[in-house]
Structure formats: C-alpha cells, structure tokens
C-alpha cells in the first residue's frame, strides 16, 4: 500500500491545525488591545470632550462643531492630507492586495476624537473599526514571516471585528459586520474564524472597563403577530426608499469633501450641523442634532412627540450627518442609520397607532442599517444584542430584507464589491 498520499494529508491536517491555533492566540491579543484602545478613544471623545460640550453655555454649543471640524481638519493635512475616511477605509483595503497604510491612523484618530468630541452628528464605530483594522494590519506585518503572503487580511479583519464589537458591546454584530460590509450581496466566510476570536476578546476587554449593559435600552413588549410582519415588510420598504436617498446624498457628499479645500468644507459643514442644531434644540429643547444620537432615539421614543415633529428632527439627524461628511468629519454611519430607523420606526408606529410602538422602533433600526451598509445579518445581530431583546429578530428580518432589497445596488459606500465582480477578478 502506498502512504505517501496519506501521510501528506496528515501533514497538510497538522499544518492546519498549528496555524489556525496561531490564529486564534493572535486574533485574540489584536481583539484585546483593540478593545481596550476602543475605551480609551471612547473616553477620550465622549467622557473627556463630548459631555462637556453639551452641557456649556447655549449660545455656544451650536459653533463647537464648526471649531471641531476646523481642527480635524487642520490634524488631516499635519497628517499629510487625505480622505478622513475610516470605514471606507477598512472595505477598500479588504479588495486590494496590499496592506492598509499605517501612518495615517493616529491623524486620523485624533481627528475623530476632535469630531465626534465637538458633537459632530456621527457614530464612534467608524474610527473604531479603523483602529482594529489598523491594529490588525501592524501585527501582521510584523509576523508576515509567520504567517506567510495567503493571511495578509487575517487580523486587519479580526481587529475590525474587536472594534465594532467593542464600540458596540455587541461581539457577533461584530463578527459579521467585518464579514459582511465589503459586500453588497456576500460576506468574507473564509474568515470567519478570527473574526469571531478578534471580537469576543475586543468586547470582553471593552467590557471590563465600561460594562455589560445593553447598549439601547427599550420597553415594550416583544410578542407580535402576522400584522405586524406585514406591516415590517411595509415598514421596510419605506425604510429602503429614505435609506437610499440618504445614501446618495451621503455619497455626494463624499465626493464635495474630497474636490473642496478642507477648511472651505469644514466651514460649510460646522455651520449647516450648528443651524441643524439650533432648529432641533428649539424644536425638542434638547441637542437632538448633535452627539451619535444615542439621546435623539431616547426622545423619540417617549410618547406624546407629534408626527410633524418627528419628521422634522428626522430631517435635522440628516442633514446634519450629511453635512458632517462633506465637512470633513471624521465619523461613522453605522449610528446615524440606526438614528434615522429609530425615528422612521416610530413615526410609523404613531401613524398607524399600532398599540407596540417599541417594535416598530426596533424593525426601523434593523431595516435602515441593513440598507445603509447592505448589511442585512448584522442588523439583526445588532437589534437582538444592542436591546438584549433576541425576540425581535424575526420581524427585523422581514423588514431588514425587504429594505435591502429596496436598495439595489446602492450603498452608503462605494467600495464595496458584489461577490460576482469579485470572482471575476480572482
């Protein structure tokens, strides 16, 4: 009998086995440092800039972000110049063969620190994901011996899970968000292992510091019934048409900042955010157009709030974060879309006067963030781990799809690839 064939699939087993131990012992140190690194960049924005902001003097609060943007935009060109881009970032590398360019990352972390810290109308999760990739990326250049050309993206996609996960305190949103968003129609599943290790141990180091509680906190009850799946499917739907305006708008804004003089783009995004601002804080009394938004969906979903209300501090939420892009800021969509399906969701439920607004909230935030970023498994993860509801899932699903649907080929980026674009290239 001839063994030669069976011993070298044996060898080919113990290879396996020895890299992916090595793997998961690496994914999880790029996880723990990212998270701990998503703390101190929390800390620093929100704990030690933001919170101040909003509670200074009222007249103001509405130019800090016009100062916030000036600064970002002054630490961008010290940095050499440049997209301040960070979630773009992560899904253009993840196409391309060569490694993410690390010398622009502390610019552009200090720049979002200066952003989202002057209460530019953005999500923290943007430079936390770029600070995972980039985490990633370093040690892997720095074992490239160890684990050879085939790898080049194994931790850039681990760290981007740790930081989403950790941002979030949400590891299987994270897991599938770094999977899923370089596709609009696919997800990296060959990498599925040390994204999962890379965001378990960036939310466990996360959490060590700052908690476990759920990351929105909702009321309501959860049972639903076939109604109620028919109306997520509608709701979904109208959530994809917005969605996909957005997305436009959020693009071309992209495309003004990267043609316009930083401080030209900066000076018209801080003022459009402080009018938006203004408008919102005298409609509410309180800074719904400003911050990640977190207190927006807290306002929303007291009741009593009229339907032309709603619609308005929806459109303030939008133009601020569109202008907050053209401005220069450096931020992430992934809490704008949430925002903005919180705020569809309930003035769908007030329209209708179903008697579980709370559901509706939750199917709007599923189905805006499946469309924004073609998302649609990561916005059910994020739903049943960001509420600590999983009963929600399923009519989040409904809504997720069909709003995914409604999107075509659009995006809130255009670096991501469909999966058939890319097989034809490799």
Do not use: C
């Not at 370093?138 to 080049?152: D, E, H, I, N, Y």
């Not at 306002?299 to 939008?318: K, N, S």
């Not at 220069?328 to 607004?357: K, R, T």
């Not at 069909?402 to 034809?424: K, P, R």
């Amino acid at each position: 009998m001839n063994w030669d064939p069976m011993r070298k699939r044996r060898d080919e087993l113990v290879q396996l086995a020895r890299d992916s131990r090595e793997v998961v012992v690496v994914a999880g140190i790029v996880g723990t440092v990212t998270g701990f690194g998503v703390a101190l960049f929390e800390w620093l924005a929100v704990g030690q800039i933001l919170d101040r902001v909003i509670e200074g003097p009222l007249w103001l609060v509405p130019f800090v972000p016009l100062v916030g943007l000036l600064i970002a935009a002054a630490i961008i060109q010290r940095g050499g110049g440049g997209s301040p881009s960070t979630s773009d970032e992560y899904i253009k590398n993840f196409h391309e063969y060569d490694d993410m360019p690390l010398k622009p990352l502390p610019w552009r972390l200090a720049a979002a620190v200066a952003s989202l810290g002057a209460g530019v109308p953005g999500g923290l999760e943007g430079p936390s994901i770029y600070l995972g990739s980039g985490i990633g990326t370093g040690v892997q250049k720095w074992l490239r011996r160890a684990f050879g050309p085939s790898a080049t993206k194994t931790l850039m996609v681990a760290g981007a899970a740790a930081g989403v996960a950790a941002i979030f305190k949400a590891p299987a949103t994270g897991a599938v968000f770094a999977l899923e968003v370089p596709y609009r129609d696919d997800l990296g599943r060959h990498l599925l292992l040390p994204s999962l290790v890379g965001a378990a141990s960036g939310y466990l180091a996360f959490v060590v510091i700052n908690g476990t509680a759920p990351l929105l906190e909702v009321a309501g009850r959860a049972p639903f019934d076939v109604r109620d799946l028919v109306g997520a499917v509608v709701l979904g739907v109208a959530t994809g048409l917005i969605v996909r305006m957005y997305a436009a708008a959020l693009r071309r804004a992209k495309a003004y900042r990267d043609r316009t003089s930083p401080w030209i783009a900066a000076a018209v995004g801080g003022v459009v955010i402080g009018i938006a601002a203004i408008v919102g804080r005298a409609a509410t009394g309180e800074w719904v157009g400003l911050t990640p938004g977190y207190n927006t969906i807290e306002w929303a979903t007291d009741p009593g709030h009229g339907l032309a209300l709603l619609a308005l501090i929806l459109a303030v939420r939008l133009v601020g974060t569109v202008a907050s892009v053209a401005g220069g800021g450096v931020i992430g969509l992934f809490v704008p879309l949430v925002v903005a399906g919180a705020l569809i969701g309930q003035f769908a439920g007030d329209a209708i006067d179903v008697s579980n607004p709370t559901l509706f909230v939750i199917i709007g935030v599923a189905a805006a963030l499946g469309a924004g970023y073609r998302v649609p498994l990561a916005a059910i993860m994020f739903v049943a781990e960001a509420t600590g509801r999983p009963d929600f899932i399923v009519p989040g699903l409904f809504a997720a799809v069909a709003a995914d649907l409604i999107m075509g080929t659009s995006s809130v980026t255009a670096y991501q690839q469909s999966s058939s674009h890319v097989n034809e290239h490799h």
